[in-house]
């Protein structure tokens, strides 16, 4: 069975930081392509990022210089890291694997002006 477990969300003050994690299991991790969504209420899901099977990154143009996303294979765990964040990065971050259309549960950034 697949399970993708997100972590690291939380509350932080504009242009702050914060690591999200997506600990995959019962998936070939090594073979597939990851990637993050966001969710912020009254709207719908919007893709913002990729990391390949091979590394390679892919980034939606509103994160672009600030989140950063990579991946552990030993550990089988994707990161996004969120730099200098806004108000409007407010949303449920959610981890997908594309192998097999699997969704993690979410978690909670929230970002204060």
């Known amino acids: 069975q697949v399970q993708l477990v997100e972590s690291g969300g939380g509350l932080v003050q504009a242009g702050g930081s914060l690591r999200l994690s997506c600990a995959v299991s019962?998936?070939?991790?090594?073979?597939?392509?990851i990637g993050w969504y966001r969710q912020a209420p009254g709207s719908q899901r919007e893709w913002v990022a990729n990391?390949?099977?091979?590394?390679?990154?892919y980034y939606t143009d509103s994160v672009k210089g600030r989140f950063a996303i990579s991946r552990d294979s030993a550990k089988n765990t994707v990161f996004l890291q969120l730099n200098n964040l806004k108000p409007e990065d407010t949303a449920m971050y959610y981890c997908?694997?594309?192998?097999?259309?699997?969704w993690g549960q979410g978690t909670q950034v929230t970002v204060s002006s």
């Open positions: 019962g998936s070939t991790f090594s073979n597939n392509t």
């Open positions: 997908y694997d594309y192998g097999g259309g699997y």
């Open positions: 990391v390949g099977s091979g590394g390679n990154t």
